[in-house]
């Protein structure tokens, strides 16, 4: 049997023994209450399995609910992980704070409006700043290049705990139009964006990217994309433009960005390897016929396959190009952390 106070605590819910319970002020739904408060209770239920349940929301379940509904995952996922730590395989609970539904129709003006919050908000706040810049250091990434990086809006962050975040989404944007523009789907109690508060910030209020603050493991989701992918983030030289580098993502173009790179060369990082748009390059071509692009996308068989679709119609538009694989590992992040 998993040992819940553990397992709460370990996901950053603070608790205190009291008897045989557990009491804390925080909720993987609702949130924090007073300080002082048990708002959460842990304690063994029927038939000597620990259970919980929240005082202000009502939200209960076992170890499996509160690890579905604190780190934003299905249940299924939240099961095998339970599973894994018992060697025992356990049945789903008739009852759960968090059931699978289809998709609810999603309201696209209440997503760009959800974005335009997001975006406007972040960009005025230094709310999870440290934190982030704390995750781009592991990641190899010097507060040099993530300070421009974050005066450049490229980054901004949620804050780092889920249910301040939680309540800074429902906050600014509202449940109802959390819940219309798709950001918080039906029948969940937190939005996945909350537990994923590194947030990329594509061009002209696009989109963005809500990324885990830790290494994901198999269960979980690293990033979420939301909004129109129809922007690349870009890094350009003060000067001409003669060379172009493609990569998949901001993490990637901030790591060559760390590693080096001449000063008449640009770095174009995809919201996804297969969200390029072929008229980008007519234009650049109309710009600057002489450009070589680099294809450098990942160095696995689904990056080599898109580099291959790539260069076919980047050649097309008559631009020189190539393809560019990181030496070490298999995304630019990788060898910046391999160097």
């Not at 259970?51 to 929301?57: E, G, I, L, P, V």
């Not at 590693?259 to 650049?284: C, H, V, Y």
Request: charged share 25%; hydrophobic share 40%; glycine share 10%.
């Amino acid at each position: 049997m998993v040992d819940l106070p553990e397992l709460v605590q370990e996901q950053g819910f603070a608790l205190r023994k009291q008897g045989r319970t557990w009491g804390g002020a925080s909720c993987p739904s609702c949130g924090e209450g007073q300080e002082t408060s048990n708002r959460l209770c842990v304690y063994v239920g029927d038939g000597g399995k620990w259970r919980f349940k929240c005082h202000a929301c009502g939200i209960r379940g076992d170890a499996a609910d509160f690890l579905a509904v604190s780190r934003g995952i299905s249940l299924r996922a939240a099961l095998k992980e339970v599973q894994s730590r018992t060697g025992v395989v356990q049945s789903q609970p008739s009852k759960a704070p968090r059931r699978e539904a289809g998709p609810a129709p999603i309201d696209d003006g209440a997503k760009a409006q959800a974005i335009n919050v997001i975006v406007d908000k972040l960009l005025d706040s230094q709310e999870g700043k440290r934190d982030a810049q704390a995750y781009f250091r592991r990641r190899g990434i010097s507060s040099k290049v993530f300070q421009e990086a974050w005066g450049r809006g490229i980054i901004r962050s949620l804050p780092s705990q889920s249910p301040i975040a939680t309540r800074w989404l429902r906050e600014q944007i509202g449940s109802i139009h959390l819940m219309a523009s798709g950001l918080l789907r039906q029948g969940a109690a937190c939005p996945a964006a909350a537990f994923r508060p590194i947030v990329g910030i594509l061009p002209k209020k696009s989109g963005v990217e809500f990324r885990l603050n830790h290494q994901a493991d198999r269960t979980e989701v690293k990033a979420l994309r939301y909004g129109r992918l129809v922007y690349p983030w870009w890094w350009r030289p003060n000067g001409e433009m003669n060379r172009l580098i493609v990569v998949e993502g901001y993490i990637d173009m901030l790591s060559l960005v760390e590693q080096g790179q001449d000063k008449d060369t640009a770095i174009m990082a995809l919201p996804g390897a297969n969200s390029w748009r072929l008229p980008w390059f007519e234009t650049l071509k109309q710009r600057n016929a002489n450009l070589e692009v680099l294809v450098g996308l990942d160095a696995d068989d689904a990056g080599d396959r898109t580099a291959a679709t790539m260069i076919e119609a980047v050649a097309g538009v008559g631009l020189k190009t190539q393809r560019l694989r990181p030496e070490k590992g298999k995304d630019w992040n990788e060898a910046l952390l391999a160097a």
